[in-house]
DNA sequence: CGCTGATGCAAGCGACCACTTGCATCGGCT
DNA sequence: AGCCGATGCAAGTGGTCGCTTGCATCAGCG
């Protein structure tokens, strides 16, 4: 009864208008259009776009459920669950992450909204430091290990939406796990 | 008889409110006040806002020359010397620059000045593919090599500007360089 | 000294946008 | 059938912003 249109749709709809025009030029006109809703309709039931955005986020980036409670010997198999999830994420909301990363910088409307999803960063940290401590990996902050591992994904896919000519096939977590392990000199013994 | 305040101040301070507003959000009165001039004063000399940009970045990246043109038998070194150009840059302009790709995406005005900046990445494909080539790298789209060997540079700089806790220490490149061609365990012998 | 051209100042125009409001409509519920 | 709440529609409000304009000022140059 809530609805014709359910939330879900209107979710789906601010966060593709946000990909490719960015937070604040998604108007909430064409957030509504998309959704194919009224604009009226929009602000009633979800009273502030930044009040959409939030739970747009936070029923989006909730089904993203990353699985690193129990970090074990196995240093590749941990960072390619990492590796995985960001490409993922990525992949099919690329556009957005990005977005809304650059933009948290200047937009307090925006930053308050993240903060519910970089508690993630967290455990990727202490599975990191886990992996440090047994001495499977370089001893470092973690960050800067989490930088390294996921910045190859992550420009990718910001030089995807950039970039004519750059590469569209998606990236291969394995290699990316692999390469940072070995380095990319070639038959390094791998 | 050009003015009291210099073109370059003028660029400066567009490219400061820039980096900690964004491209929209940048008001030319904000930007003519960053400057110490009126705003009328500000168009009647460079006519429009995206002219102004057009100026401010020309002049900006000119400066940075990146000396790339006879590659040799040290990877090592060539890639120092890339890795070393884009920290240098996004220490520097890291705000403006990660602002301007991300804007690019839905704002012509922006695409467009960019495509002088880019003709840059050219340059550096060719050296990676020469050290591909001769054996020194892994085989693979040279863009995918460059992304996987910035992307932690240019990570950190993104994550220096949104997460208050991100390190604030400045990119070693040599070490960059190291961890990119040797991977990320300890002692493998480098 | 008188001209010229670049500047500052203040006001304004037109466009866009988040958000509101009043009213008619329509669907489900009792 | 009759009610009620959610919707669509259209118009509007107030704010921001790129850009313009008219006028006064001020510096350099002959």
């Given at each position: 009864m809530a609805s014709r249109v359910t939330d879900e749709t209107v979710f789906d709809a601010m966060l593709a208008v946000i990909a490719e025009q960015g937070y604040e030029r998604a108007a909430t006109r064409a957030i509504a259009d998309a959704a194919g809703i009224n604009e009226a309709t929009l602000f009633r039931r979800f009273g502030s776009k930044e009040n959409l955005l939030r739970q747009a986020v936070r029923r989006n980036f909730a089904g993203?459920?990353?699985?690193?409670d129990a970090p074990g010997d196995d240093v590749a198999a941990d960072l390619l669950t990492i590796v995985t999830y960001y490409s993922r994420l990525y992949e099919t909301r690329g556009g957005v992450v990005l977005t809304l990363m650059r933009e948290a910088k200047f937009s307090p409307e925006v930053a308050a909204v993240l903060t519910e999803p970089e508690a993630l960063l967290e455990r990727v940290d202490a599975v990191i430091l886990h992996h440090q401590r047994r001495g499977a990996l370089v001893t470092e902050p973690p960050r800067h290990t989490f930088f390294a591992l996921v910045g190859p994904v992550m420009m990718r896919s910001i030089a995807r939406r950039v970039?004519?000519?750059?590469?569209q096939t998606p990236v291969d977590p394995e290699a990316v796990v692999r390469r940072f392990l070995h380095g990319h000199r070639p038959d390094t013994g791998e």
């Open positions: 993203f459920a990353l699985d690193l970039d004519q000519r750059a590469t």
